[in-house]
């Protein structure tokens, strides 16, 4: 069975400070993909990142990086110099083929300013 | 603009009335998807459906059901609903590309109440 773990139920970070959101997974594939999704206060699901398993490279966007390690099944997810506007649930998802889409159970981030 | 609706986004009901809430996208997309959000146990999927006609189950299926007669739509319906499906639903859809799914774009959200 496919499994997301997201260990940090709720962070709390002064503004400016960086932040790791973490996510571990489980799965028998060799092939699956990762993503994160944000909710914001405001409730609705944005779409951060999709990783092909296959594909280690870590990824950087912006104030976000991304940290994919297969041989401990995590897919962490950073925020340097955080700002109050990244106050959200993050939910990190496991898919395979569409077939068992699981998320983990988020966690709440706080920024404080 | 793309994007997917439901309705409606709020419903307060009570115990065995059946409802439907509806599940619309205009981005010709293949894969549509329910999901169920509660506290502390993140999106938990309902039920899928990789084309018209397709559909199968999630991880918690039980009280629902789906159809897929048209490629746009996907309403979900609970024929009897319980104070235990009280919650936050979210429909999503996307390309559903041959390998994994591409992004999901998720609905606005629909919060149930059964009392």
């Known amino acids: 069975a496919q499994k997301v773990t997201q260990a940090q139920t709720e962070i709390s970070v002064v503004e400016k400070e960086d932040v790791t959101l973490d996510c571990v997974y489980e799965t028998r594939d060799t092939t699956y993909y990762l993503f994160w999704y944000k909710q914001p206060p405001s409730g609705e699901l944005v779409f951060l990142i999709r990783?092909?398993?296959?594909?280690?490279q870590n990824e950087i966007s912006g104030r976000y990086s991304w940290n994919f390690q297969k041989s401990t099944s995590s897919f962490n997810f950073t925020i340097t110099a955080s700002q109050v506007v990244d106050s959200a649930v993050y939910f990190c998802?496991?898919?395979?083929?569409?077939?068992?889409?699981?998320f983990g159970p988020g966690t709440r981030l706080s920024v404080l300013p | 603009e793309a994007q997917v609706t439901q309705n409606p986004r709020y419903l307060i009901t009570v115990t065995g009335k059946k409802l439907t809430v509806t599940c619309s996208q205009n981005m010709n997309h293949e894969y549509m998807s329910w999901y169920r959000q509660d506290p502390g146990l993140g999106l938990r999927q309902i039920y899928y459906s990789m084309n018209v006609e397709v559909t199968d189950k999630g991880d918690v299926p039980e009280g629902y059901k789906v159809s897929r007669k048209e490629k746009r739509n996907f309403p979900l319906i609970l024929e009897s609903p319980s104070p235990n499906q009280t919650s936050l639903y979210f429909c999503?859809?996307?390309?559903?590309?041959?390998?994994?799914?591409?992004?999901?774009?998720f609905g606005p959200g629909t919060r149930l109440t059964v009392l």
């Open positions: 999503a859809s996307s390309l559903g590309l041959g390998q994994g799914i591409d992004t999901q774009y």
């Open positions: 998802a496991l898919d395979n083929y569409g077939q068992n889409f699981v």
């Open positions: 990783r092909n398993s296959f594909d280690e």
